[in-house]
């Protein structure tokens, strides 16, 4: 299901190549800090820096005895350097050298995941733009409520977008965080400037305050921001997936020539990607529970956090990064049609104008509940037979009492409900 161009942008961070490229020079740079605080010799400093390398098969070997995948990766490339090697990882503690990796490579994942939200918001903006005026019927509990334009429907899924991406932004600078303070996170062993340059070189700033590892909060609130992401593009594939349903055809998602709908049914055309954007942003709401189970860990740590992060921080961040990027032409080549919208409007009757009659009864002088009983009995009527809301309203003595003909006509211009568009528009920051 994940393509090439997935796998090829967004796997690459979690490969084993970037994760103990990373962890390589996060070691050469604590050698580099210690050497300035006079704990390693210069001329060792230069052989560790041109010396040291990894050879991945070579670690995997050594992790089959070991059991151990830092040390195997530690004593690997302790081969490379020879004596200097004894200068490698002193005074850190694995997690120093895994929560700190991690958290890079989070940083890279927010980089694809937060170009990828600001690409989807401009393809919502110009699909908001372009049916700004495109009148269709808004629908609450599934029943039609009363008219709006299908540019206002994209509109509300444009800024819930610019929400995400704040949000994005938000969870990168969160794990923007780095540790190197030994075993329990008291620098025992190491001192706190070597922490300090190894993250300022990183670009990531030194957890205020670690046990052996960064706390888990952290890595929830990554995680949970991916899922909160994946639910809102579940919302927006929800919403064209049932306006796609046979009876309601007001927007379909692109369909290609040769493309197959159904093996078995020819007519077929299903809104197939926004099925698949539904059904993964489960996977990513599962893996944010999972990432709540991390937070709480024994002590100073246990380990039962480590394998299900290498699983759900991974996948979480290819999952977004695939939905957006199946989403996003999605909207952009959405097939939309206005003269179903316009036959939509119409199915009721004209009962979806029954507020604006309420309020013009009410503007006459009859208390709400007076309106209210008499406009709920008339659309009561419409409902049981074929009668248009209009005529309905035409007949009624209660109602021809207060309101003219022509005063009832006014309260069927669809312009009246869409006449603040532009204002929304502009508040939302389409212009």
Known sequence: MIDRYTLSKMGNIWSEENKFSIMLKIEILACEAMSKLGMIPKKSLESIKKNAKFDIEEIRR???????????????????IGPEARYLHMGLTSSDLLDTTLSLQCVEASDILIADLKKFLTVLKACAKKYKDTNCIARTHGVHAEPITFGLKIAVWYDETKRNLERMEQAREMMRIGKLSGAVGTYA????????????????????IATQIIQRDVHCQFVTTLALVGSSLNKFATEIRLLQKTEVLEVEEPFFKGQIGSSAM???RNPVICERVSG????????????????NLWHERDISHSSVERVIIPDSTIILHYMLHKLTPVID??????????ASLSKTKGLIYSQRVLLELMRKGLTREQAYDIIQRCAMQVWKDTSQFKDVLYRDRKVRKYLKPAEIDGCFDIKYYTRHREMIFKRVGIK
């Open 189 to 208: 062993n190491i001192d706190p400037s070597v922490e300090e340059h190894v993250c300022e070189k990183l670009d990531l700033k030194p957890a205020n």
């Open 62 to 80: 050594l992790e089959e005895r070991t059991k151990h995948d830092i040390v195997a990766f530690i004593n690997n490339v302790g081969q490379s």
């Open 333 to 342: 080549g959405l097939l939309v049609y206005p003269k179903n919208m316009i």
């Open 280 to 295: 993964l942003s489960r996977l990513l709401r599962a893996n944010a529970q999972a990432a709540f189970e991390n937070i």
């Open 266 to 268: 020819p007519h077929k």
